[in-house]
């Protein structure tokens, strides 16, 4: 994927996770900016974070994201069993023309 | 609440088109606004990027995908369409509909994000 994320984090309830998003100087370090979505399984992704850092109504928000560079990360604090999903980051990219996704991450919660 | 459900056949031969329709509910796809989008995903695999397109007739296409993918969009119907051609294995996902947001308030961004997304629909490539 032109976006790189861990392809797995873990954590025990309540502790905080982090999810990085690494891009480059043709996308995320170009100025574009970054969404998250969740995915849980067996569903379709939900939009979790817009614009780098907004979370849409109903969202946690034990749920933020941040954007620095050629990176993005989202933060989960708190952890709750119903936050086991996939995540996946989304950005565009100059040189394709279009949206591109992160690999996705899976969120274990212990 | 807008609301958004694929529809079209769950198996195709290979070689022949992908044809699938997303059935928007809730709002109407010629206010303007936004990208009527497509992406898909493998089985146990990440999501990609198909296109979109704007109620002007502007498209985009994946550049993977750009020779074979056509959408369009039917305002008497609400609705819009994905077609692929030649399809292979290789294209058997699920694939979503979604609509295409990059105005919030009075500015806009790039990218679109994706919000909401339909169900999906499992289209597999098999002879």
């Known amino acids: 994927s032109v976006l790189t994320q861990p392809p797995s984090v873990s954590g025990a309830p309540g502790q905080r996770v982090t999810i990085s998003c690494t891009g480059s100087n043709s996308n995320i370090g170009a100025g574009y900016d970054v969404h998250w979505y969740q995915q849980l399984p067996g569903k379709a992704p939900k939009l979790l974070i817009y614009v780098n850092t907004n979370r849409p109504s109903g969202v946690p928000d034990r749920f933020s994201g941040s954007k620095s560079g050629t990176s993005a990360s989202l933060a989960i604090t708190g952890l709750q069993v119903e936050d086991e999903a996939d995540y996946y980051c989304?950005?565009?990219?100059?040189?394709?023309?279009?949206?591109?996704f992160g690999g996705g991450t899976k969120l274990t919660v212990l | 609440q807008v609301q958004l459900q694929e529809s079209g056949p769950g198996l195709v031969k290979p070689s022949q088109t992908l044809s699938l329709t997303c059935i928007v509910s809730g709002g109407s796809i010629s206010s303007g606004g936004y990208y009527w989008s497509w992406i898909r995903q493998p089985a146990g695999k990440g999501l990609e990027w198909i296109g979109r397109?704007?109620?002007?007739?502007?498209?985009n296409y994946n550049p993977s995908l750009n020779s074979r993918v056509t959408i369009s969009l039917d305002t008497s119907k609400n609705q819009f369409s994905l077609k692929l051609t030649s399809v292979t294995a290789a294209d058997t996902a699920v694939y979503y509909c979604a609509r295409g947001v990059y105005c919030s308030g009075t500015s806009c961004y790039t990218p679109n994000w994706f919000d909401p997304w339909g169900q999906g629909a499992l289209v597999t490539v098999s002879s």
């Open positions: 989304q950005s565009y990219d100059y040189t394709l023309s279009g949206s591109v």
């Open positions: 397109m704007y109620i002007t007739g502007s498209t």
